[in-house]
């Protein structure tokens, strides 16, 4: 069985401030892990993704995220909040055998 | 362009209305999906399909029936839907139903309203 768990349904940031999104995960297996993004009135578009290999994974906008196993975190950051990065952002789980599982969503909100 | 679209974007129905959501795909992906994204609920996976074949049903009310004709089409027809159905229901794509490391592409959605 697998779950994640997003810390912070809301965040709020200064623009130009660092983002950070917290994600948690359990798997029973070695996980695939993934962050998606959705903008108003749209689906979710892919961030990132850490299958295997490094475990410092770069997204687009200038988003990364770091696979800590011990930690069994996967947080995403960016150095310097844009105004267009106000958005809802989801992690997600799943794993060899196993389906895709979905976190509550954080939205985050940048303040100018 | 997202490579998956839905339509349409909004939908009005009454609870005795038979209405259909319509998806299609223009990636060569194998495995489609639904899901309903409800307001402070995490999204549910709905159905997917592998090749035109039901792959899974999570317990999903019968007045949701889902078809896939082919590959690159998904519909969702819907009919006797209750107030709580209102959500934004989600199609997405990918390359296979099994390969859990291949990301999903996403429509824009459906925003539906029963009232």
């Known amino acids: 069985a697998q779950s994640v768990t997003q810390l912070g349904s809301h965040v709020s940031v200064s623009e130009g401030a660092l983002v950070l999104l917290r994600c948690n995960y359990s798997?029973?297996?070695?996980?695939?892990l993934f962050w998606y993004v959705q903008y108003p009135n749209q689906g979710l578009q892919l961030l990132l993704k850490y299958t295997t290999g490094a475990t410092l994974v770069k997204g687009i906008n200038g988003f990364e995220a770091e696979f800590k196993k011990s930690e069994t975190s996967f947080h995403l950051t960016k150095p310097s909040a844009h105004m267009s990065d106000a958005a809802e952002y989801f992690c997600a789980v799943s794993g060899r055998g196993n389906k895709l599982v979905f976190g509550a969503g954080t939205i985050l909100r940048v303040k100018s | 362009e997202t490579g998956v679209t839905q339509t349409p974007r909004h939908l009005v129905m009454g609870m005795t209305n038979k209405k259909s959501l319509k998806c299609e795909q223009h990636l060569g992906h194998n495995a489609m999906y639904w899901y309903k994204q409800s307001a402070k609920k995490p999204l549910e996976l709905m159905f997917v399909y592998s090749l035109e074949e039901r792959v899974e049903n999570n317990s999903v009310p019968s007045r949701f029936s889902p078809e896939c004709p082919n590959s690159s089409h998904l519909f969702l027809h819907l009919h006797t839907l209750q107030p709580e159905d209102s959500a934004l229901y989600l199609c997405a794509s990918s390359q296979e139903a099994g390969q859990t490391n291949s990301p999903l592409h996403f429509g824009n959605g459906t925003r539906l309203t029963v009232t």
């Open positions: 798997s029973s297996v070695p996980p695939y």
